[in-house]
Nanobody, 120 residues
């Protein structure tokens, strides 16, 4: 059973940067996809970035060019480097994982508890 723990959130001024981390308590299987999501109060959850089992990345248009997703060689660490942050980036950020077969069908079985990012 994969458990995910995020860290690295905080408060930052507009234009600033933050790095979010997500650590899996167990080894993430090779055929897993992982990604970052966020949810602001009153808004739907938004997918931001993902990495599939061969390392290919995808980004939402809202963060393309500003956010970078990366994964450790052991695949049990995931990062989201965020730059040029704006107040509209304020949200709770979550990492998620699932088998890629399920991921591409819209399933996200494993979630972290979330970390708050506030941009002022």
């Amino acid at each position: 059973h994969v458990q995910l723990v995020e860290s690295g959130g905080g408060s930052v001024q507009a234009g600033g940067s933050l790095r979010l981390s997500c650590v899996a308590t167990e080894y993430i299987p090779y055929k897993f996809c992982v990604g970052w999501f966020r949810q602001a109060p009153g808004k739907e959850r938004e997918g931001l970035a993902s990495i599939d089992s061969d390392g290919s990345t995808m980004y939402a248009d809202s963060v393309k060019g500003r956010f970078t997703i990366s994964q450790g060689n052991a695949k049990n660490s995931l990062w989201l480097d965020m730059s040029a942050l704006q107040p509209e980036d304020t949200a709770t950020y979550y990492c998620a994982a699932d088998s890629c077969g399920r991921w591409y069908r819209g399933y996200r079985n494993y979630w972290g508890q979330g970390t708050q990012v506030t941009v002022s």
